[in-house]
C-alpha cells in the first residue's frame, strides 16, 4: 500500500500529459469554429483601401462563384508572411477579395508593391466594425465565401504553405 | 553581428551544459569527488555566457534592430528607451530566453556559493540542473530563436503590446521569474538527494536558503503583478483567477509549504519524502505554468505566432524532467530511512497541517485552471469556471491556513500541551471577538467570508507578533523577526481583501461635464474631457475633481488611449490613494449625446493588499539573510576549532 502511494504522483502526471497531448496533437482541437460558418457576410459597403482597387460590397460577393475574404493590414508582420501563399491560391485562380484593418490607402498601396498584390477589391475597415461583424479578432485571417454569399471556412492565423491545399479543397467544397 | 555572437554564445552555453550533465555523472559513477571543482567551472561558464546572451537581446531591442525578426515584431523606433528595454522580454522569445538565462545563473550561483552540501550530492545537483538546462536551450535554439534574422528588414517595427508598455513590465516579469526559476534549484536539490539518498537536516539546512530566495521572488512578483493588472487593465479588480495568475500561484502555493516542512526537516529531521516531494513539486509547477502560458493552450490561437510544435515541445520537456523526477522519487524514497516522528500537537503537527492545507488549496487551483482546458482539448468546447469556483473552494481553506498561522509559531517543537496553547492563544481570540463585536454593531450586512476575514485578520495579526511576546527582543534572532512580518503581513493582506470586498463602493454613471456624482464618501465632479498626445499614442482625458467634506480636493484625469504601433485601444485609470483607501476612476466610451460613461470606485483599504504582500517578501529577506548570517558564523568558528 505505502508503496503504490509513492508511485501516486506520477501516475497523475501521466494523466495530466495524457489530456493534454491528445488536445495538442489531434489537430481538429486547433481549428475555432467559428460561430459564422454557414451564416451569410454581414451588411457592408466599404471604400476603396488603396489606389487601384474598387471597394468591397457584401453584395458584390454573392455572384455565384466561391471567394477567399482575407482580413490583412499592412502593419501586420504575419499578413507579409502569408503574401506568398495568397499568391500561389491566386494563381491557382481562387478570386481574393480583402479587407484593409486600421489603415491607409498609401501604406496599403506601400505593403502590396513590396509584398505582392494578389487581391481584386480591398475595402477598407478603419475602425475594424466589419471585422468584428464577421467574428474575427485578429489579422491575418482568411474566410471563405461561397457564391451566395455565405461564409463557409475560417481560417485563423497566418496561412502557411501547409495550409494551402486545405483551402483550396474548402473553396472547392463551397463551389 | 550582436544576433550572431548571442547566438553563438548560446549554443556554446548549451554545449557547456552537456559537458557538466556527462562530468557530473562520470563523477557520480566513478566516485570521483574531486571532477566537483570542474563542475562549478563550467556552471559558472554557462551562466556568463547566457547573461552575454540576454545582454546582446537587450542591445538589438534599444537598438530597433529590424533586421532581427524578433524585433521587428515587437519593438518600434517611436517607444521610449523604458519600454525597448523591457520589451525585450514582454514576447515569447525574449521571454523564454530570460527563463534559461535565469536558469543558468541559479545553477551558477550555486556552483559559487554553496559550501554546505556534501560534494556527491552537489555534484548530482549541478547535473541536473544541467539536465533541465539542456532541454530549455534545445527549445530555444530549436524552437523559439530568438536571434533570427528578417531579410530583407522590416522596413517600420511592429510595436509593442500597448497593455505591456508600463513601468511594471520592467518589474514584474524579471522578479516574477526569478522566483519560478529560482525553485529549479530546490528542484535539483531534491533530485541530487534521491540520487545519493542524502537526505536529513544538512540537506535541510543547505536546500533553504535557495527556496527563500526564489520564494521571496515570486512573492514580490506575484504582489507587483496584482497591483499592475489592477491599474493598467482598468477593471478595477486585483485578482481575476486568471490562468496565467493561476500559473504563478500555484508555484507560491508549493514553495511556502516547502518552505515550511523544509523547516521541520533541517530543525526536526521529520518530513522526508514529503519535503522532496515538494521540493519536485514547486519547480513542476513552474514547468506547468510555463508550458500552459507558452503553448499557445491558453492564449487563443491567434496572430502573433502561437505554434503547436511549441506547446508539443515544452510537454515533451515536462514528461522528461517532471515524469524522471517522479519516478525517480518511486524508486528512490522507499529506501530513504524514515525520519523523526512526533506529537499531532506541537510545532511539527501544525507545520504539518499547513502544508496539508496548502497542498489541498493547491490542487483546487489546478484543477480549476486545468479543467477548462482539459474540457476544451477533449470536446472542442469553450467555459470557464471563474471566481465562485475559486472563491467559495479555496477560500474557506484559506481562512483555516490563517487560522493554523497564529496557533503554529505559538507551539512547542516535537510536543505541547493543547490546554497551555489555547491560554497562549487568548489575547488573538479576545482581539478577533472584539472585531466579530464591533462588526455585528456596524456593519451587520456584509457576507460572510469578508466577514471572517475581518476577524481572522484581527486576531492574526496579534497571534503573529505573539511569538515576540516575553523575549529579550535585542537576543531574538533576525529570522524570528522574519517570520513575525511575513505573518502579520499576510493578516494586513487579508485585511485589506476583506475590507475591500466588503466595504466596496462602485457606480456606473452616463456623465456630461458639469456633472457631480457620489461615490463612498466622495462627490466627483466632472470638469471636462480634452484630446492629448503622447510620445506613441494620442488619448481623450477626462479631469475629474474628488471632494470629501472639507479637505482638500484630489484631481484625478483618466484617459482613453489610441496606440498607433500596434493600433490598439487601452483605458489608463485615474488613482488616487488615501490613508483609508483608493478612489478608482475610468473613462468609458462617449455616447452620441455628448455623455461619457465613466466608472467610478471608492476601495477601502484596499492598498493594504499589496502593503501585506510586500511586507511578507520583507519578512522573507530578513530571515534570509538571518539564515545565512547564523550558519556563516557556525560556519567559521568550526574552522577556527580545526
Not at chain 2, 260 to 273: E, K
Request: glycine letters at 8%.
Amino acid at each position: 500500500m505505502k508503496r503504490l502511494i509513492l508511485w501516486a504522483p506520477l501516475a497523475l502526471f501521466i494523466l495530466f500529459v495524457a489530456v493534454f497531448a491528445s488536445g495538442l496533437i489531434s489537430p481538429s482541437s486547433h481549428d475555432i469554429r467559428s460561430q459564422m460558418i454557414g451564416k451569410p457576410l454581414p451588411a457592408f459597403d466599404l471604400p476603396s483601401g488603396a489606389p487601384g482597387h474598387p471597394g468591397l460590397k457584401q453584395s458584390a460577393l454573392a455572384t455565384g462563384e466561391p471567394h477567399l475574404l482575407n482580413i490583412f493590414a499592412s502593419w501586420c508582420i504575419p499578413c507579409a508572411a502569408e503574401a506568398p501563399q495568397l499568391k500561389q491560391l491566386a494563381d491557382a485562380g481562387v478570386p481574393i477579395d480583402a479587407i484593409a484593418i486600421r489603415d491607409r490607402p498609401e501604406d496599403v498601396a506601400s505593403f502590396l508593391s513590396r509584398w505582392g498584390d494578389p487581391y481584386r477589391a480591398i475595402g477598407s475597415d478603419v475602425d475594424s466594425r466589419v471585422q468584428m461583424a464577421m467574428g474575427s479578432s485578429g489579422v491575418p485571417e482568411t474566410f471563405v465565401v461561397d457564391g451566395k454569399g455565405i461564409i463557409r471556412h475560417q481560417h485563423i492565423g497566418q496561412i502557411m504553405p501547409e495550409d494551402v491545399p486545405a483551402l483550396l479543397a474548402a473553396v472547392r467544397a463551397a463551389r | 553581428m550582436i544576433a550572431e555572437a548571442g547566438l553563438a554564445a548560446l549554443w556554446l552555453a548549451a554545449a557547456l551544459a552537456a559537458l557538466q550533465l556527462v562530468l557530473g555523472a562520470l563523477g557520480l559513477t566513478k566516485q570521483r569527488a574531486e571532477m566537483l571543482g570542474g563542475v562549478r567551472r563550467i556552471a559558472l561558464a554557462q551562466a556568463l555566457l547566457t547573461v552575454f546572451a540576454f545582454a546582446c537581446l537587450i542591445l538589438l531591442f534599444l537598438r530597433v534592430d529590424l533586421s532581427v525578426a524578433l524585433v521587428a515584431q515587437n519593438d518600434h523606433a517611436d517607444k521610449p528607451w523604458l519600454y525597448k528595454f523591457a520589451g525585450t522580454w514582454g514576447n515569447h522569445e525574449g521571454s523564454m530566453l530570460m527563463w534559461v538565462t535565469i536558469l543558468a545563473a541559479a545553477g551558477g550561483a550555486v556552483a559559487l556559493f554553496e559550501r554546505r552540501l556534501n560534494e556527491r550530492t552537489l555534484i548530482a545537483t549541478l547535473a541536473a540542473q544541467a539536465a533541465i538546462g539542456l532541454g530549455f536551450y534545445a527549445f530555444l535554439l530549436f524552437a523559439s530563436n530568438p536571434f533570427a534574422r528578417l531579410s530583407p528588414p522590416a522596413a517600420e517595427g511592429q510595436g509593442l503590446n500597448p497593455l505591456l508598455q508600463d513601468p511594471g513590465l520592467a518589474f514584474h516579469p524579471p522578479t516574477l521569474y526569478l522566483g519560478y526559476v529560482g525553485l529549479s534549484v530546490a528542484f535539483s536539490f531534491a533530485v541530487g538527494a534521491l540520487v545519493t539518498r542524502y537526505v536529513g537536516p544538512a540537506f535541510a539546512r543547505a536546500m533553504r536558503p535557495w527556496v527563500l530566495a526564489a520564494w521571496i521572488m515570486l512573492t514580490l512578483g506575484i504582489t507587483a503583478g496584482s497591483y499592475w493588472a489592477y491599474y493598467e487593465l482598468g477593471w478595477g479588480g486585483w485578482w481575476f483567477w486568471d490562468p496565467v495568475e493561476n500559473a504563478s500561484l500555484m508555484p507560491w502555493l508549493a514553495a511556502t509549504a516547502l518552505l515550511h516542512s523544509v523547516t521541520v526537516l533541517a530543525t526536526r529531521d521529520g518530513l522526508r519524502a514529503w519535503t522532496i516531494m515538494l521540493a519536485v513539486v514547486a519547480f513542476s509547477m513552474s514547468m506547468v505554468g510555463t508550458f500552459l502560458v507558452r503553448s499557445g493552450i491558453l492564449t487563443s490561437v491567434h496572430a502573433f505566432a502561437v505554434d503547436p510544435r511549441r506547446g508539443s515541445f515544452i510537454l515533451a520537456l515536462l514528461v522528461l524532467y517532471i515524469g524522471g523526477a517522479l519516478a525517480l522519487f518511486g524508486l528512490r524514497i522507499g529506501t530513504v530511512k524514515e525520519g523523526s516522528r512526533f506529537d499531532l500537537v506541537s510545532r511539527e503537527g501544525a507545520l504539518v497541517l499547513n502544508n496539508l492545507l496548502l497542498s489541498a488549496i493547491l490542487g483546487i487551483v489546478l484543477v480549476g485552471t486545468l479543467y477548462p482546458l482539459a474540457v476544451e482539448a477533449t470536446t472542442g468546447e469553450k467555459l470557464s469556471v471563474g471566481a465562485p469556483y475559486f472563491n467559495s473552494a479555496a477560500g474557506p481553506l484559506a481562512l483555516l491556513l490563517v487560522a493554523v498561522m497564529a496557533a503554529g509559531p505559538l507551539m512547542r517543537w516535537r510536543r505541547d500541551d493543547l490546554k497551555v496553547v489555547v491560554q497562549r492563544l487568548a489575547l488573538p481570540v479576545l482581539l478577533a471577538a472584539c472585531a466579530l463585536l464591533a462588526l455585528t454593531i456596524w456593519a451587520p450586512q456584509i457576507g460572510l467570508l469578508p466577514r471572517l476575514g475581518l476577524i481572522l485578520a484581527a486576531g492574526v495579526a496579534a497571534g503573529s507578533v505573539a511569538p515576540l511576546w516575553k523575549r529579550n527582543l535585542r537576543r531574538t534572532p533576525l529570522f524570528t523577526y522574519g517570520m513575525v512580518i511575513a505573518h502579520l503581513g499576510i493578516a494586513v493582506s487579508l485585511a485589506g481583501m476583506a475590507s475591500e470586498s466588503a466595504f466596496i463602493k462602485e457606480t456606473l454613471v452616463a456623465a456630461r461635464p458639469g456633472e457631480t456624482h457620489v461615490v463612498g464618501p466622495y462627490k466627483v465632479r466632472f470638469d471636462s474631457v480634452e484630446p492629448v498626445a503622447g510620445p506613441n499614442w494620442t488619448a481623450v482625458e477626462a479631469t475629474l475633481t474628488a471632494t470629501r467634506d472639507d479637505r482638500q480636493p484630489l484631481t484625478l484625469r483618466t484617459q482613453s488611449r489610441s496606440y498607433w504601433a500596434p493600433p490598439t485601444e487601452t483605458s489608463e485609470a485615474a488613482i488616487k490613494t488615501v490613508l483609508d483607501g483608493q478612489l478608482y476612476v475610468v473613462l468609458g466610451n462617449a455616447a452620441e449625446d455628448g455623455r461619457w460613461q465613466l466608472r467610478l470606485w471608492w476601495k477601502p483599504f484596499v492598498t493594504l493588499i499589496w502593503l501585506g504582500g510586500a511586507m511578507v517578501a520583507f519578512g522573507g529577506f530578513l530571515s534570509l539573510v538571518g539564515r545565512v548570517w547564523r550558519e556563516r558564523r557556525a560556519y567559521g568558528r568550526a574552522e577556527a576549532y580545526a
